[in-house]
């Protein structure tokens, strides 16, 4: 089955320990995403990457780092959790980009508290 | 500032009428347009696109229609049934871009 998987699903920590949300789709696609969706701001693109080592800042980048040294795997780290980083995180990926025929596939989402 | 408006954060509608969620947008760069569907508790789903070099496309019980002139997208849902009860995001893209801009969402409640 076609899908993206995301973990954990849930998840509270404190601030400032190091997490990692790690990110996999089986599809083969070239393009991942990170998103956040907060309430009444819908959601807000934090990284993105066009392919294997080649990542990009998206609309909310601060306080989150990423990684691609697999094509199938897309991991966001926090490195220093703060509580403005409380939210639901969502990961994506797509054949090639975010243009005409390479709708974004979604993951289930990840519920991040930090405390 | 957000580029792309659902300026209706919830909506209802009766069972067999029609829904109709709007969608305005302000970069004219955009040029593919797309209308997620998402449910509690699960990642938003995709429902249905445009480019802009058309104005209507449709899909079963779906239809989206574009006016590029006043930068103003609109997705039909005809018949309305219960299970079309979710949050819409509408999302705008350049055709060559790798950034997807979303709107706020519009909560769609249709009741029987």
């Known amino acids: 089955e076609a899908q993206v998987t995301q973990n954990p699903r849930y998840l509270i920590t404190v601030t400032g320990k190091k997490l990692t949300v790690t990110c996999s789709q089986n599809m083969n696609h070239e393009y991942m995403s990170w998103y956040r969706q907060d309430p009444g701001l819908g959601l807000r693109q934090i990284y993105y990457s066009m392919n294997v080592e080649v990542t990009d800042k998206g609309d909310v980048p601060e306080g989150y780092k990423v990684s691609r040294k697999e094509k199938r795997n897309f991991p966001l780290i926090l490195e220093s959790p703060s509580p403005n980083q409380t939210s639901l995180y969502f990961c994506a990926s797509s054949r090639l980009g975010t243009g005409v025929d390479n709708e974004q596939f979604f993951g289930p989402g990840t519920r991040l508290t930090v405390l | ?112």
Not at chain 2, 16 to 42: H, Q
Not at chain 2, 76 to 100: M, R
């Open chain 2, 1 to 112: 500032d957000q580029q792309v408006k659902q300026n209706s954060p919830s909506l209802s509608v009766q069972e067999g009428r029609i829904s109709i969620l709007n969608c305005d947008y302000t970069n004219s760069m955009f040029d593919y347009f797309l209308w997620y569907k998402k449910y509690p508790a699960e990642g938003p789903t995709f429902l249905i696109s445009i480019s802009s070099i058309k104005d209507k496309n449709e899909d079963g019980r779906f239809t989206v229609f574009l006016n590029k002139s006043a930068k103003h997208l609109s997705l039909h849902i005809v018949p309305s049934q219960p299970g079309d009860s979710a949050v819409y995001f509408c999302a705008a893209s350049e055709n060559s871009g790798y950034a997807l801009n979303f709107g706020k969402g519009t909560s769609l409640l249709v009741t029987p």
